[in-house]
């Protein structure tokens, strides 16, 4: 069985016609509620947070913030439909038949500020936060998040393929020893042999596209290659 780990999009589709949120929604409600409303309850003692802490400006900061103010009862949307950008382009959930579809909700996992761990349906209001900013009295969410996320993760991924890819700042997140499952972790570098950017975040999605179509993700990740990128692949002995 197949679990793929992403990072969420910084940027959010607004509204949503979802159940109210809470901090328990979603498949790991019960066990991360409590950190949940405790980011919710920091964002909004910070009235939605400042430039500085959401790397944004404008309109774009004057919409975090509203967001971010009025979290809990927040309308939502489905986590595969609330993110946007590189990364979920590529993947196009959207665009899947129903059966692959159907295995996405079960094989994607999503590691973010707010939610720790969320599946792709899980109910998620817009917000904007990120995984590498410290909130007072939680310190730098990474590492705030780790132990609960590390427990969290260790169940889900036992016996499982776990293909992550997460950038440096979602990974420290949780502590990947305690992979209960055949964990891979994939780079993407370029041909100057740097870590690639903005054309990695692409081949993300593609990639995450082909093993969930796929009917030997396993061989499929072995073989799968991007005509720009070299894929690197780490297999770290537990």
């Known amino acids: 069985m197949l679990t793929i780990l992403l990072p969420p999009s910084e940027g959010k589709a607004p509204g949503g016609d979802g159940p109210p949120w809470t901090p328990t929604s979603g498949r790991f409600g019960e066990a991360l509620g409590d950190r949940r409303s405790a980011v919710a309850d920091a964002l909004g003692d910070l009235d939605g947070g400042d430039a500085r802490l959401l790397g ?3 309109d774009t900061l004057a919409r975090s913030q509203a967001a971010n103010r009025a979290l809990r009862g927040a309308p939502t949307l489905p986590a ?6 590189v990364v979920w382009d590529h993947l196009d959930i959207g665009s899947l038949d129903a059966r692959t579809r ?3 909700m079960r094989s994607v996992l999503v590691v973010s500020a707010l939610g720790g761990v969320n599946a792709l349906d899980d109910p998620l209001p817009e917000f904007r936060c990120k995984l590498s900013v410290s909130l007072p009295e939680l310190g730098k969410l990474s590492t705030w998040w780790r132990p609960a996320v590390t427990d969290v993760l260790a169940g889900a991924l036992r016996r499982r393929l ?3 890819l997460l950038p440096a700042e979602h990974a420290a997140a949780w502590d990947a020893s305690r992979c209960g499952g055949r964990l891979v972790r994939v780079r993407f570098v370029g041909r100057d042999g740097r870590v690639a950017g903005h054309t990695a975040k692409a081949a993300k999605g593609l990639l995450a596209r082909a093993l969930l179509e796929a009917d030997d993700p396993a061989a499929t990740l072995d073989r799968w ?3 720009q990128l070299r894929l690197e692949l780490e297999r770290p002995s537990r």
Do not use: C, I
């Open 80 to 85: 595969w439909q609330r993110f946007t950008g």
């Open 162 to 164: 776990v293909v992550d």
């Open 56 to 58: 944004v400006r404008g």
């Open 225 to 227: 290659r991007h005509p």
């Open 102 to 104: 159907r295995r996405a």
